[in-house]
């Protein structure tokens, strides 16, 4: 399934003009973007996808093109489509990625050891 290449490199370009290492992984039909072995940020067709944690889920739910992550048909709190009205302004799509990256640093990576 095509995800939103544009997107994608605009995070790819954000992520290394802060020296953050990353990798990417095809997930859900899309991209994902793994930041010390967890989820950070991706893109899903036209929308960011955006873990930006559940202590400011409803404060950013409230902001300009954001919407339920509902990709289990469940909203999944903590998680947060974005349009392209409100990634496509470089200065909205810095906020959303630093709050992705300020979570990383607390959240839990799934993967086993």
Not at 86 to 96: A, C, F, T, V, Y
Request: proline residues 3%; aromatic residues 10%.
């Amino acid at each position: 399934m095509a995800f939103n290449e544009y997107l994608a490199d605009k995070l790819r370009q954000a992520l290394k003009e802060r020296k953050i290492r990353f990798e990417e992984k095809n997930m859900m039909g899309g991209l994902c973007i793994m930041v010390d072995d967890k989820m950070c940020v991706g893109v899903i067709k036209e929308d960011l996808m955006a873990r930006i944690g559940p202590h400011v889920y409803d404060e950013f739910l409230t902001r300009p093109a954001a919407r339920e992550m509902d990709f289990t048909k469940r909203p999944m709190k903590g998680y947060v489509y974005l349009n392209s009205e409100g990634w496509d302004d470089d200065k909205e799509l810095n906020i959303w990625i630093d709050q992705c990256l300020e979570f990383n640093k607390e959240a839990r990576s799934s993967k086993k050891k």
